[in-house]
């Protein structure tokens, strides 16, 4: 391995290799929500056993908090792609198979959502902080309208 790796990258990859777990990234924003998701796929979970299988999984290097879990269990449940059992484990709803099933799409989708609307909490506040990257923002649009299909061709 690179010199030029930092040890946490190192490790990083070495639990990716050793158990599968897609580009996980402790502590970073969204990485809870695609492993939640997977997770309910295998089989039904409470939150306890969710918080048990990450810390399993990385080999005990990193166990969310109850902070971090619940409200988010919360909030995929009130998006009705998750539902407490009468056991009071979670687990997937049809609408999740309905909306493709793709838990990392979903989620993706889902923080797209987020940051529009934090963009555009800053255009409220201070439209003059935004503006410097314009040209950028166009270019997103463009190609998000291309990826929707709303666009005749690329670069009009």
Do not use: C
Not at 111 to 117: C, D, L
């Amino acid at each position: 391995m690179s010199d030029s790796k930092s040890r946490q990258d190192r490790l990083r990859e070495k639990i990716e290799r050793l158990h599968g777990l897609q580009r996980m990234q402790f502590g970073q924003r969204g990485f809870l929500r695609p492993q939640i998701i997977e997770l309910l796929g295998e089989q039904p979970m409470n939150g306890v056993d969710i918080m048990d299988k990450l810390q399993e999984r990385s080999r005990g290097w990193y166990r969310p908090s109850p902070g971090s879990i619940y409200p988010l269990l919360e909030q995929i449940e009130k998006e009705g792609l998750i539902a407490k059992n009468k056991d009071g484990k979670y687990e997937l709803t049809s609408a999740f198979e309905a909306a493709g099933g793709g838990g990392e799409l979903s989620s993706v989708v889902s923080s797209m959502e987020s940051y529009v609307s934090y963009l555009e909490d800053i255009k409220r506040a201070n439209p003059a902080r935004l503006a410097r990257f314009g040209d950028r923002l166009d270019k997103v649009a463009r190609r998000l309208d291309d990826l929707n299909g709303s666009r005749p061709g690329k670069g009009d």
